[in-house]
């Protein structure tokens, strides 16, 4: 395949969880020639059959029919795999492409990325969103693009087809830090939520109560909006980010921080009460579960 004209490339998508496949679905909606892979085939077969868009065998054979590869994945490991993998993205990745990762990874896992498509003659550029999967859903993410402007320039018409706000922050893993920085204020804030909200009850404040005060004050982020139902009423809405998930981040976090110097006090009390959730059998809990956690401390005498 030939080409597409510079600000309508053809798009491969790799990897179609709970926002990949939100983001998909708006390239689709905005007219983009797209094609779609996953690793359980079945999820990618329904949203291509739902979208009118064709599904790829193989990684290889999505990013050899695109000017663009997206991939969107549980971590770096995941990531790294499907370019290397055989039949992977490395196999099929056309010079002159460009290849875009909106996976939450470190900036040392975006640079070995952008390694790998510089063999093959292709672009790279980190760019992870920032938002819930209802913000994804209506094409309102934040994106985080970090390459080089060229690279970005193409890609920008992706790019603003996912989120309403897009910014180019500097080279190749400066989208990747920024992502990381902008998680650590994220995490933090959902402890001291559940803090909080956990305080309130303690005290006698009824839970829906406390949290309409929540986000009627001074503390309503669009974070405290987009996770109320989940802190009011855990376990009965759908999952929308995995505990464990919060988990690697912070660790990603800590290890920027380390490389960096950078001293992160709130960080590391976080991560420890990020782990005893875990322990707890709330890994696969929505992270607002950290709220269900300090209760169920709180209850066995703050052990």
Do not use: W
Not at 18 to 28: P, T, Y
Not at 101 to 128: E, Y
């Amino acid at each position: 395949m030939s080409e597409s004209p510079i600000g309508n490339p053809s798009v491969a998508f790799v990897g179609l969880g709970r926002m990949g496949s939100r983001l998909a679905a708006n390239l689709a909606k905005a007219g983009f020639e797209l094609v779609l892979y996953n690793r359980t085939r079945a999820t990618a077969e329904r949203l291509g059959e739902l979208l009118g868009v064709p599904v790829a065998a193989s990684p290889a054979a999505a990013a050899a029919s695109s000017d663009v590869v997206v991939t969107m994945l549980t971590d770096a490991e995941a990531v790294e795999d499907v370019y290397e993998q055989p039949a992977g993205i490395l196999e099929g990745l056309r010079p002159r492409s460009v290849a875009v990762d909106m996976s939450t990874v470190g900036p040392a896992a975006a640079m070995t990325l952008a390694g790998l498509a510089d063999a093959c003659g292709a672009g790279f550029v980190d760019a992870p969103v920032s938002g819930s999967v209802a913000l994804a859903e209506s094409a309102s993410l934040t994106v985080m693009a970090g390459g080089a402007s060229s690279d970005v320039e193409r890609v920008m018409p992706v790019l603003r087809a996912i989120g309403s706000t897009v910014f180019h922050v500097g080279a190749v893993g400066a989208g990747a830090t920024i992502k990381l920085a902008v998680n650590t204020v994220i995490y933090g804030l959902c402890e001291a939520v559940a803090e909080g909200l956990v305080l309130a009850e303690r005290a006698g404040i009824e839970r829906a109560r406390a949290y309409e005060i929540f986000a009627s004050s001074a503390i309503a982020a669009p974070f405290v909006h987009y996770r109320r139902e989940e802190f009011e009423n855990p376990g009965r809405p759908p999952v929308a980010f995995r505990l464990a998930l919060a988990h690697k981040d912070m660790n990603l976090i800590l290890s920027l921080a380390a490389s960096t110097g950078a001293l992160m006090p709130q960080a590391r009390a976080n991560l420890r009460t990020l782990e005893g959730a875990i322990a707890e059998g709330l890994g696969d809990h929505d992270v607002a579960a950290v709220a269900e956690y300090l209760r169920r401390a709180a209850a066995d005498g703050n052990r």
